[in-house]
């Protein structure tokens, strides 16, 4: 009888946080999540920061530690403006993908707010960084602290060896090229031994004959193996330089011939950075999704034992319904579909359809409708899908009705829009295809690889765009990108476009 009474003393009572009272909510959303839900989550770090600090997180794109920029500045102030004249919130948490996983609290958040935000991220997100297979085959989440160190330190070195201005022109071109800057589906061949142990001699402050920061890389290394191959062939040159090639940042940091080794670095590690990040831009539903279950799993079931009260209970749902809410195509503030909606209302249509099938759901989703096992089925898709592939396999006719989706085909030959797809049979399947390619990066962001570069006659790069859907580039945006470009190879740049050829 103790215990149960004890059991429902609420874990604060009153808008203000302690550091105690954060710690003893910690343990009770931690009980929740690892033996409730069955969660695997990092070491958690959580800190608490000013208005200030957060918006410095937001110019450095979340980042613990970055490198010196103007256009860091330049968001800071545009961010800072926009905040100080209330035309621009702050968001309650920033969370970092890293061993341990560190969790930035605003101080400004009531304790209730704590509760839900440390539920979200500490153990939402975290969850989700740790098992989802995008980031477990592309990030390092125990070495992005000292990653990150590494090029604090090298960029700020160059920049008292080489001059402010002559880094910054490096960095301005590799932050035009950032998003082409990837691999998107292949992993880049390993370095050999002599690279490796260059990089590591640079990454410790080895100090050469010619300077501290040089490196041998590729772009040193391999041009031996171009002069020897004066007649190589075309096909053979591209099989030599590894093309077509769809990172331009890292066919520029081994191959330009202008680049200084310091130069190519500062290349690999903005490259290395918006790898780092890519996984991001592809599970944006399923990670907002995941935290925003995880947390209203979490907060329901702290009301159920008694361990938060009702006034509490009340604040947390205000936030929650905030984040999920969906405008209306009318709406002013309708800006697209909101990934936290979709993502959360997916998550809970897949624990409806376990917990109790219609005869729709068991005719759409036979593998999973009706297994007891709901925590098993997300913890599943969190790890094993990203966006499209997701919305493909698990938006079902319910939520589709829910959300009133249906297809539009914009045909430029026909003079009006035309709805191509309803709630029927086939359109379901048609609108969850579509829905899904809209989350495709393939289909989102430009196709642009390096097809051809002979540096042993003109030394003109060729660039290759594959058109999709009719829709090119826009000119002033692509002039300013090749301008960057041609800075970093130093010789003629070309860029052709060819149309895509149809799949269906």
């Not at 545009?78 to 996983?101: F, K, M």
């Not at 142990?197 to 391999?222: C, F, H, N």
């Not at 959360?344 to 729709?360: G, K, L, S, V, Y």
């Not at 999709?468 to 003629?492: A, M, P």
């Amino acid at each position: 009888m103790q215990a149960a009474e004890k059991a429902r003393v609420p874990l604060f009572d009153g808008p203000e946080w302690t550091f105690e009272l954060m710690e003893r909510a910690r343990d009770a959303i931690e009980r929740i999540a690892l033996e409730d839900l069955g969660l695997d989550v990092y070491p958690n770090q959580i800190e608490i920061i000013s208005a200030e600090q957060m918006l410095d997180a937001y110019s450095c794109v979340g980042l613990p530690l970055m490198y010196q920029h103007w256009s860091f500045g330049k968001h800071f102030a545009r961010d800072e403006a926009l905040y100080r004249t209330g035309r621009q919130g702050l968001a309650y948490e920033i969370v970092i993908n890293s061993n341990p996983c560190i969790s930035y609290n605003m101080e400004e958040n009531t304790m209730a707010m704590q509760t839900l935000v440390m539920a979200h991220a500490a153990f939402g997100h975290n969850h989700f960084f740790k098992n989802n297979y995008l980031f477990q085959q592309w990030t390092d989440a125990s070495g992005i602290h000292d990653y990150l160190a590494f090029a604090k330190n090298y960029i700020t070195a160059c920049e008292e060896r080489y001059g402010l201005s002559a880094v910054e022109e490096v960095l301005d071109a590799a932050h035009a090229l950032q998003s082409q800057g990837v691999f998107r589906y292949g992993r880049p061949p390993k370095p050999t031994s002599e690279e490796l142990v260059a990089m590591q001699k640079v990454r410790e402050g080895y100090e050469s004959s010619q300077s501290v920061l040089d490196i041998w890389t590729d772009s040193t290394l391999g041009r031996d193996k171009l002069e020897e191959a004066e007649d190589a062939s075309f096909s053979a040159r591209r099989k030599q330089m590894n093309l077509p090639q769809e990172n331009l940042l890292y066919f520029l940091e081994k191959h330009s011939p202008v680049l200084e080794p310091w130069q190519c670095e500062i290349l690999r590690i903005v490259r290395m950075l918006a790898q780092y990040l890519y996984p991001q831009k592809q599970t944006k539903v399923m990670n907002e999704g995941c935290a925003t279950f995880v947390h209203y799993y979490i907060i329901n079931k702290l009301y159920e034992q008694g361990q938060i009260t009702e006034g509490a209970y009340m604040e947390m749902l205000h936030s929650h319904t905030n984040v999920v809410m969906q405008p209306e195509y009318d709406d002013p503030r309708y800006s697209g579909i909101n990934p936290y909606a979709l993502g959360f209302a997916m998550m809970q249509d897949i624990r409806r359809i376990c917990q109790d099938p219609t005869d729709e759901d068991r005719e759409w989703f036979p593998d999973f409708a009706g297994n007891p096992d709901w925590r098993g089925v997300l913890r599943d898709a969190w790890a094993n899908y990203r966006d499209e592939s997701f919305i493909q396999q698990f938006l079902s006719p319910n939520l589709i009705r829910k959300f009133k989706l249906f297809t539009l085909t914009n045909d430029a030959d026909l003079p009006n829009l035309v709805v191509s797809q309803i709630h029927n049979r086939a359109g379901y399947k048609a609108i969850r295809r579509d829905l899904a390619k809209q989350y495709d990066l393939a289909y989102l962001e430009p196709d642009i690889q390096v097809t051809d570069a002979d540096l042993r006659g003109d030394r003109e790069l060729k660039l290759t765009h594959t058109v999709r859907d009719g829709i090119h580039l826009d000119e002033e945006d692509q002039e300013e990108v090749l301008k960057h470009l041609r800075r970093l190879w130093g010789y003629g740049v070309r860029l052709d476009a060819v149309e895509a050829s149809t799949e269906d």
